[in-house]
């Protein structure tokens, strides 16, 4: 896909605004470690304020433990500690034996989690970052201190050439962080022109992005530029450049080091005068020791690195960009009476996969339906309750049936209550201990950690 867009973004509503009290913060230095389970030896610092931890390929530490949730919990870095949140995993989170939902954390901490154990160390030594003294930067809005540490970064970038890597989760704002960039830049009246690498096949990738001669392949009908043509003077946004294939990463290396392109069917190359913005939400580290990224492209792109933080991260402004969404749909509503004290709760516990264009989404829906929150964040979808009878029980002996009912009961239960044994077990009416040896009899969660 690709956009010219307007470089004048829209002015932001400064009721939503208030003066940020501080410009900088300070936290510890910390590091996570795997001692025992399947990524053993793995470590990872904390060098910003926020680490999540679990399977899923879009957390700061990745683990290969199958007994691990997708999101497991989260580390917030503070002054004062680490405060950990488990977020809503299937095995939950124990500290010293102890299932955990939240807790600060200092000097030295195991986790159990799954089948793994890690090691939070916490040190008294502190980093100090600078935070802007804006709560937005363009039409981006924001005042925890999360957000306020990226606006900081980007007001230093945007006046530069440099070329800029932006990374996160999808929903994040990573495009308009670009908008933004090129806005607040020298180019700001030249082409701001946005490719998807994404959302092309590669057949055609290389044609629009660098552009074709008549005749060069079928259906070459006319010369055509390229978009990093199109781009001359301005900046180029390449959304999701780890999507990009190999054979076009070396191409585009190229462009980086000469500012020339060649189109499809030339032999003479073009210069361009462009600054170039990518983003993405892989690990482009991970993804070049997988051999899928060139390893001298991936260097060439990071010259700054800045990652744009997930809505977990930030929810202190959860609410205050609900309400700034409700106002742009719908100038003449008040937003305080849609995003009520309940509501507002909601979203704080609510962990919000799909980032801010969830948020956006959910807003939309509650504009329509104010009166059903629940359903708006997806809570009130129609669920079918699992048999507890087997359908082929006539074909089981009495021990096997009972078993398999067993396991239904127990597994619907735990599910209920969200993971967390104790009352797990008030609610079957059964003894602690009695309820830890049928869940482990099942597997279905770790004994070891319960």
């Known amino acids: 896909m690709v956009k010219d867009k307007s470089s004048t973004p829209k002015k932001l509503d400064?009721?939503?605004?208030?003066?940020?009290?501080?410009?900088?913060?300070?936290?510890?230095?910390?590091?996570?470690?795997?001692?025992?389970?399947?990524?053993?030896?793995?470590?990872?610092?904390?060098?910003?304020?926020?680490?999540?931890?679990?399977?899923?390929?879009?957390?700061?530490?990745?683990?290969?433990?199958?007994?691990?949730?997708?999101?497991?919990?989260?580390?917030?870095?503070?002054?004062?500690?680490?405060?950990?949140r488990d977020l809503d995993s299937?095995?939950?989170?124990?500290?010293?034996?102890?299932?955990?939902?939240?807790?600060?954390?200092?000097?030295?901490?195991?986790?159990?989690?799954?089948?793994?154990?890690?090691?939070?160390?916490?040190?008294?030594?502190?980093?100090?970052?600078t935070l802007s003294r804006k709560n937005a930067f363009g039409t981006m809005l924001g005042r925890s201190a999360t957000i306020r540490q990226v606006?900081?970064?980007?007001?230093?970038?945007?006046?530069s050439d440099a070329t800029l890597l932006l990374e996160g989760e999808s929903g994040t704002g990573k495009d308009l962080a670009a908008e933004n960039i090129h806005h607040f830049s020298p180019r700001k009246k030249k082409p701001f022109v946005v490719f998807d690498c994404g959302a092309i096949s590669p057949a055609l990738l290389e044609s629009e992005l660098f552009g074709h001669r008549k005749g060069a392949f079928t259906g070459a009908e006319r010369d055509r530029p390229g978009v990093l043509e199109s781009a001359n003077g301005g900046t180029i946004?390449?959304?999701?450049?780890?999507?990009?294939?190999?054979?076009?990463?070396?191409?585009?290396?190229?462009?980086?080091?000469?500012?020339?392109?060649?189109?499809?069917?030339?032999?003479?190359?073009?210069?361009?005068?462009?600054?170039?913005?990518?983003?993405?939400?892989?690990?482009?580290?991970h993804e070049v020791e997988s051999k899928r990224f060139r390893e001298d492209l991936y260097y060439r792109l990071t010259v700054v690195r800045i990652r744009m933080p997930s809505l977990r991260d930030r929810r202190e402004?959860?609410?205050?960009?609900?309400?700034?969404?409700?106002?742009?749909?719908?100038?003449?509503?008040?937003?305080?009476?849609?995003?009520?004290?309940?509501?507002?709760?909601?979203?704080?516990?609510?962990?919000?996969?799909?980032?801010?264009?969830?948020?956006?989404?959910?807003?939309?829906?509650?504009?329509?339906?104010?009166?059903?929150?629940?359903?708006?964040?997806?809570?009130?979808?129609?669920?079918?309750?699992?048999?507890?009878?087997?359908?082929?029980?006539?074909?089981?002996?009495?021990r096997d049936f009972r078993d398999q009912c067993e396991k239904t009961y127990l597994s619907a239960v735990i599910d209920s209550c969200k993971g967390v044994i104790t009352e797990a077990a008030a609610k079957a009416n059964l003894p602690r201990m009695t309820f830890y040896r049928l869940i482990k009899k099942h597997k279905l969660v770790s004994g070891s950690k319960h």
């Open 14 to 84: 400064t009721q939503f605004l208030s003066k940020p009290k501080r410009n900088k913060l300070r936290t510890r230095k910390a590091r996570l470690e795997v001692i025992w389970g399947p990524d053993l030896g793995k470590k990872r610092d904390l060098q910003s304020q926020h680490l999540t931890v679990g399977v899923s390929p879009n957390c700061d530490m990745v683990l290969t433990d199958p007994t691990v949730s997708g999101q497991h919990f989260e580390l917030l870095n503070t002054e004062d500690g680490c405060m950990l």
């Open 90 to 129: 299937k095995n939950g989170t124990d500290i010293r034996g102890v299932r955990v939902k939240q807790a600060v954390l200092y000097g030295e901490e195991q986790i159990d989690i799954g089948d793994s154990t890690l090691l939070l160390s916490v040190y008294d030594e502190h980093e100090e970052f």
């Open 151 to 159: 606006f900081a970064e980007l007001e230093q970038v945007a006046p």
């Open 237 to 285: 946004f390449l959304n999701e450049i780890g999507e990009m294939p190999l054979e076009l990463q070396s191409r585009l290396l190229h462009v980086l080091d000469t500012r020339q392109t060649r189109r499809v069917g030339e032999d003479r190359y073009r210069k361009v005068d462009l600054r170039i913005i990518v983003a993405t939400n892989r690990d482009l580290k």
């Open 317 to 398: 402004d959860i609410a205050m960009l609900a309400k700034k969404f409700i106002t742009d749909r719908v100038p003449e509503q008040d937003p305080d009476k849609i995003i009520t004290d309940q509501v507002e709760a909601m979203f704080l516990n609510h962990l919000w996969p799909g980032n801010i264009r969830e948020l956006r989404n959910v807003v939309d829906r509650l504009i329509l339906f104010p009166k059903r929150p629940k359903s708006a964040l997806g809570r009130e979808k129609e669920t079918t309750e699992p048999s507890a009878i087997p359908a082929n029980f006539l074909d089981l002996s009495f």
